[in-house]
C-alpha cells in the first residue's frame, strides 16, 4: 500500500493563504484518485478537492475559487492551496489516495485560521 505523508499546516490569520502537501512512497500513479478531507472534532471528515485519473479536479462547490489541487507526479506530490482562508475552515486535513482499488489514509495536518 502506499504511504501518505501530509505536511504544510499550521496557524494563519483570515485572509491568509497555506499550502498542503502530501507525499506519496513510493510512488503515485496518473490514474489514482487523490483527494483532500478536513476533519474537526465530532463531525465526519468530508471531501473538500480531489484530482483524478488524467489530472481532472474536482470541489465541493463552497470552496470552488479560493482551493485549488494540483498534483507533481514527478515530485510524487499531490498539493491544496488554500488561499483567503477562513475561520470555518480550521481544521485537521487528511490526503487520502485510492490505489489499486485500496483506501489509504495520511496521519493527518492541523490547518489553523484565527487572529
Known amino acids: 500500500q502506499v504511504q501518505l505523508v501530509e505536511s504544510g499546516g499550521g496557524l494563519v490569520q483570515p485572509g491568509g493563504s497555506l499550502r498542503l502537501s502530501c507525499t506519496a512512497s513510493?510512488?503515485?500513479?496518473?490514474?489514482?484518485?487523490t483527494a483532500w478531507y478536513p476533519q474537526v472534532p465530532g463531525r465526519q471528515r468530508a471531501l473538500v478537492a480531489q484530482?483524478?485519473?488524467?489530472?481532472?479536479?474536482d470541489y465541493v462547490d463552497s470552496l470552488k475559487g479560493r482551493f485549488t489541487i494540483s498534483r507533481d507526479l514527478a515530485k510524487n506530490t499531490v498539493s491544496l492551496q488554500m488561499n483567503r482562508l477562513k475561520a470555518e475552515d480550521t481544521a485537521v486535513y487528511y490526503c487520502y489516495c485510492k490505489q489499486w482499488g485500496l483506501d489509504n489514509w495520511g496521519q493527518g495536518t492541523q490547518v489553523t485560521a484565527a487572529a
Open positions: 484530482i483524478m485519473c488524467g489530472g481532472l479536479t
Open positions: 513510493p510512488v503515485f500513479f496518473s490514474r489514482d484518485t
